[in-house]
């Protein structure tokens, strides 16, 4: 019984933050109605993290799972700091998650032949390169704060991230429910979710005006 509750919850949240998610791209970047929509968003994506964590920790032994709500708990997290630190780059606290994220990452490799897998490998291995790729990054930024001379460098990291947490859960909710149509259903969106971050990162900077600030 609640187990069927958290599903539910977790379906019911996760449908609705994809909705809210579209929002901040057709409002005034960084303006009211962009940055009410995204707290919503994060208020509804913590509800998916949460439940989804409650599937992996009580419910079923599937560690790909907890992978998959890491990453979009990193995606999520970083994607806001990034507002409140910018120019200054990453504190302490960022770098523990980014240990938390990449450490959970390493003891999944390390049981990936005993691990509950449902995914398509193509899907897992792309993933899996994702997580690794992006967290490897950030730690390399934190170890060397010099490392990127951008200016406005946060303002495409943050629109990388919260398109990439976005986009996680299209490709979560598609490769989970419509498993009639295995591998497109997880391959179709993955291909989708990286088309439409290329996009997001050439098209919306070209909307920010770099003298106002963003918050």
């Excluded at 709500?69 to 770098?95: P, W």
């Excluded at 730690?139 to 406005?152: A, D, H, T, V, W």
């Excluded at 859960?169 to 088309?195: H, K, R």
């Amino acid at each position: 019984m609640l187990q069927h509750i958290n599903i539910f919850i977790h379906i019911l949240f996760g449908t609705i933050a994809i909705f809210i998610g579209l929002a901040p791209y057709f409002t005034e970047k960084g303006g009211r109605y962009h940055q009410l929509f995204g707290r919503i968003f994060l208020v509804l994506m913590a509800i998916v993290i949460i439940t989804a964590l409650n599937g992996v920790i009580f419910f079923r032994d599937r560690p790909f799972l907890t992978i998959v709500t890491l990453l979009s708990f990193y995606t999520s997290y970083s994607g806001y700091r990034v507002l409140k630190t910018k120019e200054a780059g990453f504190m302490r606290q960022d770098f523990m998650v980014m240990l938390l994220v990449i450490g959970m990452a390493l003891y999944f490799v390390a049981h990936f032949q005993s691990a509950n897998i449902l995914w398509h490998a193509s899907v897992v291995y792309y993933l899996l390169s994702y997580v690794f790729i992006l967290i490897g990054f950030d730690i390399i930024r934190y170890l060397f704060p010099s490392f990127i001379q951008i200016k406005g460098f946060w303002l495409y990291e943050h629109i990388y991230k919260m398109t990439g947490s976005f986009t996680a859960l299209i490709s979560a909710g598609a490769g989970t429910v419509l498993t009639a149509y295995e591998p497109y259903n997880q391959i179709i969106p993955a291909v989708f979710s990286t088309v439409w971050l290329v996009f997001c990162l050439i098209y919306f900077p070209k909307k920010v005006d770099f003298r106002k600030e963003v918050n």
